[in-house]
C-alpha cells in the first residue's frame, strides 16, 4: 500500500470527500496564481485546521478544514509543495496590497 493509500483508509469516507473538494480548491487557486503553490498545514483549535496557501505569483488565501487529518490529506491531494512554517522564504513570496496594509494599519489604531 503506498502512503497515499494509507493516508485515504485512516479518513472516513466523508472526511475523504471533504479532503477531495478542498484539495479541489487550493488546485483551482494555484492555477489561478501562477499555475503553482506552497502551503502550510496550520492547527487552529480542536474544530478547524487552516491551509495557508501562497501562489507563485505572491497571492494569498486559505482554506479550512475540519481537522489535521483532513488537511494534510488534501494537501497531498493538491500536489501543492508543503512547507512546515510560514517563515522565511515562504513568507517573503506573500504580496500585499493597499487593502491588506489598511487592515493591519487599522488593527493599530
Excluded: C
Excluded at 50 to 56: E, T
Excluded at 61 to 73: I, N, T
Amino acid at each position: 500500500m503506498t502512503t497515499e493509500e494509507t493516508t485515504a483508509a485512516a479518513l472516513s469516507p466523508r472526511d475523504e470527500r471533504r479532503a477531495q473538494r478542498i484539495a479541489k480548491n487550493v488546485k483551482a487557486f494555484a492555477a489561478a496564481h501562477g499555475g503553482s503553490a506552497d502551503g502550510v498545514v496550520e492547527y487552529v483549535g480542536k474544530i478547524a485546521t487552516r491551509i495557508a496557501i501562497v501562489g507563485a505569483d505572491g497571492a494569498w488565501g486559505d482554506q479550512v478544514a475540519p481537522s489535521v487529518a483532513v488537511a494534510e490529506r488534501a494537501v497531498e491531494l493538491s500536489g501543492i509543495t508543503r512547507h512546515e512554517n510560514f517563515e522565511g522564504e515562504l513568507g517573503l513570496k506573500v504580496k500585499t496590497g493597499p487593502y491588506e496594509w489598511k487592515r493591519m494599519a487599522g488593527i493599530q489604531i
